[in-house]
């Protein structure tokens, strides 16, 4: 799917789960973890900045930073980060940051989950570009087939 | 460090990414988008730019290839270069394909 802007991503997914059960997913830092593949050591707290390793093979040597933006109960869980932030050469920390925000809602069957990053047009457009030279190819691929595996065997 | 994978043409984005980083110039491109092929005229209409801040801003764009001008009778008709256009939405597939990734995985964990 194409988007029309440059500034923001935008997601909806239908989870066959309650919303108190997702609000766990999102919210525990470890089960957070589990699916972004990142072990975080503490849990998410509002205003904090919270520290994970990348486990995503080949990446391992990576930290990700959250800094924890709102946690409204089983509604609205939200976080700045540095997307994209691969290259342990590089100090991402004077540049903008994103805003991803996890939305819930009840729906037929179970919740709808909204997921939103904005803030893409506020990262030097240095970054942007080099971040297709170095991950083309590479980073893309493996996730699609990572998410190939886990749909076959769940 | 990182080996050079990269395909031809993509070294080019950083110029695509500089033309795109103004409001006046995004609102262009999307203007052109919504509307196809128009003269400088239709693109000034219901702004408060001046005609000629709109020829600078889509000479800006054009030389970083996103749109081309093409004389018509007395009148240039402005176009996007969808191609060029594609380059720039590549760093946001990039990361929205990692999200839908990640979002396959959060489901296989919920619904499990």
């Known amino acids: ?7 923001r991503i935008e997601k909806e997914v239908l989870l066959r789960a309650p919303r ?5 997913a999102l919210t525990d830092s470890k089960e957070f973890g589990s699916w972004f593949q990142a072990l975080f050591t503490e849990p998410f707290r509002l205003g904090a900045r919270t520290k994970g390793r990348i486990t995503y093979p080949g990446y391992e040597h990576l930290v990700l930073e959250f800094a924890i933006e709102k946690i409204e109960p089983e509604r609205l869980f939200s976080f700045r980060w540095h997307p994209n932030a691969l290259d342990p050469n590089v100090d991402y920390s004077k540049e903008p940051m994103t805003l991803v925000e996890f939305t819930l809602e009840d729906a037929e069957g179970g919740t709808r989950l909204r997921l939103v990053e904005s803030g893409f047009d506020a990262i030097p457009i240095e970054r942007r570009a080099a971040a297709l030279k170095s991950n083309d190819g590479g980073w893309t691929q493996q996730m699609v087939a990572i998410e190939g595996y886990l749909r076959k065997n769940p | 460090m990182k080996p050079d994978r990269a395909p031809a043409g993509l070294e080019a984005s950083a110029p695509i990414f500089a033309a795109l980083g103004d409001a006046t110039r995004l609102e262009l491109v999307a ?3 919504r509307g196809g092929p128009q003269s400088i005229a239709r693109l000034t209409r219901g702004t408060s ?6 020829t600078k801003h889509l000479r800006v764009l054009a030389d970083a290839g996103l749109v081309r001008g093409r004389r018509l009778g007395r009148e240039s008709r402005w176009e996007l270069e969808p191609e060029r256009l594609d ?3 590549r760093y946001l597939d990039l990361i929205s394909k990692r999200w839908d990734a990640a979002l396959s995985r959060l489901q296989d964990l919920v619904e499990e």
């Open chain 2, 49 to 54: 730019i001046t005609r000629q801040a709109i």
């Open chain 2, 87 to 89: 380059v720039a939405h």
């Open chain 2, 31 to 33: 203007r052109l988008c």
């Open chain 1, 1 to 7: 799917m194409k988007t029309t802007t440059t500034d």
């Open chain 1, 20 to 24: 108190s059960r997702v609000w766990r």
